[in-house]
């Protein structure tokens, strides 16, 4: 008698519970949105026709967590993107994006279906945009030139260009530094001179004429620096 009291009073828990989680009996699940990195206003995530404004925390370097306004029912699925962002197999590509940075799912994907799991939680991890810094190296006839940009950058050998004897032409050779994130400054300077024959290299070009300056506005819509002169003699 005591058992079959109990199976209606369970089944009974069971529809409120239902009941008060999303009515007509399905459960809905709020989408919860965490975002790391995050520096600069713009990003807009967008997800089964609802948008969310995500603003940089007040704190620089803190985590920003916000909630979509509406809750998905039980098996609606659900793809968490950057407002108007182009979509390929889950890669996403530009929409509304912050300033000067990328933003992409990490370490979990942002897309499933409701009642997948227990909760429906979305990280999105974002990055300042680095830009190139490159430039020209003229009349290098030596070896062991190797260029530095600051003291955190990796160094960059440059070797002279050969002809069909591997003798030294002297003739200029691209010049690729490592990127630059944006608003950081860069100085480029000869760390190791050439030898053999022993030349000396100096630095030009860049934002100051002397091989530095600031990943700036500028240089963004520029697509980087390109005007480094490494000259030696």
């Given at each position: ?135 020209t190296v003229n009349g290098l006839k030596g070896t062991g030139l190797v260029l530095a940009n600051g003291s955190t950058a990796p160094t960059v050998p440059v070797d002279p260009v050969l002809d069909a004897n591997n003798n030294p032409t002297g003739a200029a050779v691209a010049l690729t530094m490592y990127p630059v994130p944006y608003n950081t400054t860069y ?47």
């Amino acid at each position: 008698m005591k058992f079959s009291l109990a199976r209606p009073a369970f089944a009974l828990a069971i529809t409120l519970t239902l009941a008060s989680c999303g009515g007509g009996g399905k459960a809905t699940f709020p989408i919860n949105v965490t975002v790391s990195g995050l520096q600069y206003p713009g990003l807009i995530l967008s997800t089964n026709g609802q948008d969310l404004a995500v603003n940089p925390p007040a704190t620089a370097g803190q985590d920003v967590t916000a909630v979509f306004p509406n809750q998905l029912e039980y098996g609606q699925t659900y793809e968490v993107t950057p407002k108007g962002a182009t979509i390929a197999n889950h890669v996403y590509s530009g929409g509304a994006l912050p300033k000067h940075q990328q933003c992409s799912p990490s370490p979990f994907p942002a897309y499933g279906t409701a009642g997948q799991l227990a909760k429906i939680d979305i990280r999105y991890t974002c990055v300042i945009n680095s830009y190139a810094l490159t430039g020209t190296v003229n009349g290098l006839k030596g070896t062991g030139l190797v260029l530095a940009n600051g003291s955190t950058a990796p160094t960059v050998p440059v070797d002279p260009v050969l002809d069909a004897n591997n003798n030294p032409t002297g003739a200029a050779v691209a010049l690729t530094m490592y990127p630059v994130p944006y608003n950081t400054t860069y100085g480029v300077t000869v760390l190791t001179q050439p030898t053999n024959p022993t030349q000396t290299c100096t630095v030009s070009g860049g934002a100051n004429g002397t091989g530095g300056g600031t990943m700036d506005d500028a240089a963004e819509t520029a697509g980087g620096v390109t005007s480094l002169v490494v000259t030696c003699q």
